[in-house]
């Protein structure tokens, strides 16, 4: 069979590994593993949510309300926009793909930090698309600005707090970069942690208000993180009305569930639940920097819901796989060239237990 060409260049992209894995593998207690690999909320969702579903499973048979109108409703109000500002994706890097497909092809090019989140490049790559990385990991301003003048890239990723590094932009030098390209340039700017920066630092938020004037820029959110919905895969693009009625285009119908639908409206109607977790991760998140100075560890640092570990004298590789085997599960970054491990900010207990582990292996 001929495939196309372009899935020679893509390497598919790897999740964190399940908690299932660990339990076949090595036959732990699933009560016994501790996942902090996928950044999911460790508060899981609000009650809001659990109840709605359980009150709603009898409409799992039905198809959604294509037009998601109380959703786009409620985010319209949250974020001061309009609903035809509003795209709704399966996930957030769903509207990536939209994006993707909308915009490239084999003639041009995208640009994105040296180290950012992955399925920029597969989306670019299945488009025949090439790749232009900035030297650092870290979104530098004049990296960007350089970078953009010499390759006329079609789309710029801006992924702000960054994944996996966990390091954000200020604002103020995310506008630099968006007023340095041209209208016919794409600017990303992806916001699915942008929760946690915005309450850790207000010059590190960015809110779809700040970029609704572009004709060029778009700004995502997804329900993953702060609000506790990964399983339940709802994310959302805010762009100008004519930047999202050529998204539409490429929409499939019903691209979200029913039960996710209800979910994501019910968890945007309980911000209290998103505000306590935050304020509990930063208080956990202290822990990880001090445990990182009491061991002479290194750390990016954060402004998400995970942490990123840097390495000199140890290899990431053999202190995941200890970790790994002993029911604790993190994320390698050596597929990323960078001897580090992220690890997702759980509650007080599975913290204390990485620490008991990770110490021991240091």
């Given at each position: 069979?001929?495939?196309?060409k372009?899935?020679e260049?893509?390497?598919?992209?790897e999740?964190?590994?399940?908690?299932?894995?660990?339990?076949?593998?090595?036959?732990?207690?699933?009560?016994?593993?501790?996942?902090?690999?996928?950044?999911e909320?460790?508060?899981?969702?609000?009650?809001?949510v659990?109840?709605?579903?359980?009150?709603?499973?009898?409409?799992?048979s039905?198809?959604?309300?294509?037009?998601?109108?109380e959703?786009?409703?409620?985010?319209?109000?949250?974020w001061?926009v309009?609903?035809?500002?509003i795209?709704?994706?399966?996930?957030?890097?769903?509207?990536?793909?939209?994006?993707?497909?909308a915009?490239?092809d084999e003639?041009?090019?995208?640009?994105?930090?040296?180290?950012?989140?992955?399925m920029?490049?597969?989306y670019?790559k299945?488009?025949?698309?090439?790749i232009?990385?900035?030297?650092?990991y870290q979104?530098?301003?004049d990296?960007?600005i350089?970078?953009?003048h010499?390759?006329?890239?079609?789309?710029?990723?801006?992924?702000?707090?960054?994944?996996?590094?966990?390091?954000?932009?200020?604002?103020?030098?995310?506008?630099?970069?968006?007023?340095?390209?041209?209208?016919?340039?794409?600017v990303?700017?992806?916001g699915?942690?942008?929760e946690?920066?915005?309450?850790?630092?207000?010059?590190?938020?960015?809110t779809p208000?700040?970029i609704?004037?572009?004709?060029?820029?778009i700004?995502l959110?997804t329900?993953?993180?702060?609000?506790?919905?990964?399983?339940?895969?709802?994310g959302y693009?805010?762009a100008?009305?004519?930047?999202?009625?050529q998204?539409?285009?490429?929409?499939?119908?019903?691209?979200?569930t029913?039960?996710?639908?209800?979910?994501?409206?019910?968890?945007?109607?309980?911000?209290?639940?998103?505000q306590?977790s935050?304020?509990?991760?930063?208080?956990?998140?202290?822990?990880y920097?001090?445990f990182?100075?009491k061991?002479?560890?290194?750390?990016?640092?954060?402004?998400?819901?995970?942490?990123?570990y840097?390495?000199?004298?140890h290899?990431?590789?053999?202190i995941?796989?200890e970790?790994f085997?002993?029911?604790?599960?993190?994320?390698n970054l050596?597929s990323?060239?960078m001897?580090a491990?992220?690890?997702?900010?759980?509650?007080?207990?599975?913290?204390s237990?990485?620490f008991?582990?990770?110490?021991?292996?240091?």
């Amino acid at each position: 069979m001929q495939w196309n060409k372009t899935l020679e260049e893509i390497k598919i992209y790897e999740a964190g590994k399940p908690i299932e894995l660990v339990v076949r593998e090595f036959g732990i207690n699933p009560a016994d593993v501790v996942k902090l690999a996928s950044n999911e909320n460790p508060n899981g969702c609000s009650i809001k949510v659990t109840e709605a579903i359980a009150k709603n499973a009898h409409k799992a048979s039905l198809y959604p309300d294509d037009s998601f109108y109380e959703l786009k409703d409620l985010l319209a109000k949250k974020w001061q926009v309009n609903d035809n500002n509003i795209i709704i994706g399966c996930g957030s890097d769903q509207v990536l793909e939209f994006v993707s497909r909308a915009l490239l092809d084999e003639t041009s090019c995208v640009l994105m930090s040296k180290v950012t989140f992955a399925m920029y490049e597969v989306y670019a790559k299945q488009m025949g698309t090439k790749i232009i990385r900035t030297p650092s990991y870290q979104h530098k301003a004049d990296e960007f600005i350089e970078a953009y003048h010499k390759h006329k890239p079609k789309i710029v990723y801006i992924c702000t707090p960054n994944n996996p590094t966990g390091d954000g932009i200020k604002k103020v030098d995310v506008l630099k970069i968006i007023n340095a390209v041209d209208k016919e340039t794409m600017v990303v700017v992806d916001g699915a942690y942008m929760e946690y920066a915005g309450a850790k630092d207000e010059a590190y938020k960015i809110t779809p208000n700040d970029i609704l004037d572009y004709e060029n820029v778009i700004y995502l959110g997804t329900f993953s993180k702060a609000y506790g919905l990964g399983g339940m895969r709802v994310g959302y693009g805010i762009a100008n009305e004519q930047v999202i009625s050529q998204l539409l285009k490429m929409r499939p119908p019903f691209n979200i569930t029913t039960l996710s639908l209800i979910s994501a409206i019910e968890a945007l109607k309980d911000e209290e639940f998103v505000q306590n977790s935050i304020f509990t991760h930063f208080t956990e998140l202290k822990r990880y920097e001090e445990f990182a100075d009491k061991n002479g560890l290194k750390y990016i640092e954060s402004y998400t819901n995970f942490i990123t570990y840097l390495f000199d004298k140890h290899d990431s590789t053999k202190i995941n796989d200890e970790l790994f085997k002993n029911g604790v599960i993190v994320r390698n970054l050596a597929s990323y060239e960078m001897n580090a491990i992220r690890i997702t900010v759980g509650t007080d207990k599975q913290n204390s237990r990485l620490f008991e582990m990770l110490e021991r292996l240091l």
